[in-house]
């Protein structure tokens, strides 16, 4: 029913162009083991153990069939470099798909720039992905219904039903969604749903070699990233939209946008 639920309100336009740097809010995971009846998705993303390797992006890529020629992606990694002058400079060259093989940042509207060891006082990795929101405004904006929001949280795409009108691309204001270069059709992550419903892990998480992605069932306490948000404060991006994202960060700095 939630699929069609929409049709009863009046479409609501987000734009995702002009956002500010990403806000920190503790995700309360009480709320959403008291919100949803058996099963709600989730992912847990830990910071500190990204390394900007590129594999998810590239398992993703194959799992997904999204052509690796095209420079789109329903995962990216981005590369933050804070320099010693307070400049933060991030980049994210093809998603992340080849790594980050050069210090040189990648800055599409600037060019290239080179950063200098000595000037860095910091630099760190932040995979994204579609947060899986519990209020997703690209569900409101679909004018057919293609996008809709399953029982247990996660937000879909029926190909079948997607006219293109870009939308939902518009309504992002994660900058998660895209056009399918072979389907022409709205594209995104969907947290691997073919697999996580027959108890498989998703492809980026599998391929991750150091553990910094993980998928799990916020309604299961005894769920290994359950007991994680039990005891860790983790954060979240852009709560000033409340969207109420189910993407959840361990080290998660107030630079990432």
Known sequence: MKRREFLKTSLMFVSGASVSLGALEFFDVREVLAAHPEVRWGFLVDTYKCVGC???VKACKTENEIPFEANVTRT????????NDGRVLADSPKGARDGFTTSKIDRASE????????????????PKLCNQCDNPPCV???????TYQADDGVVLVDRKWC????????GCPYGARFFNPVTHVAD??????????KGLNTACAQACPFGARQVGNLKDPDDPITKILLTQRVGILKDEFGTKPQVLYIGLNKEVR
Not at 163 to 170: F, L
Not at 188 to 197: G, S
């Open 188 to 197: 995104k992550c969907n947290f691997c749903y073919h697999r996580i419903t």
């Open 54 to 56: 590129g594999f998810c």
């Open 111 to 126: 060019g290239f720039e080179d950063v200098p060891q000595d000037e860095i006082s910091q630099a760190f990795f932040v």
């Open 140 to 146: 409101q904006v679909c004018p057919v219904g293609a």
């Open 76 to 83: 990216w990694v981005e590369r933050y470099v804070t320099l």
């Open 163 to 170: 006219i293109g009108c870009g939308y939902c691309i518009m």
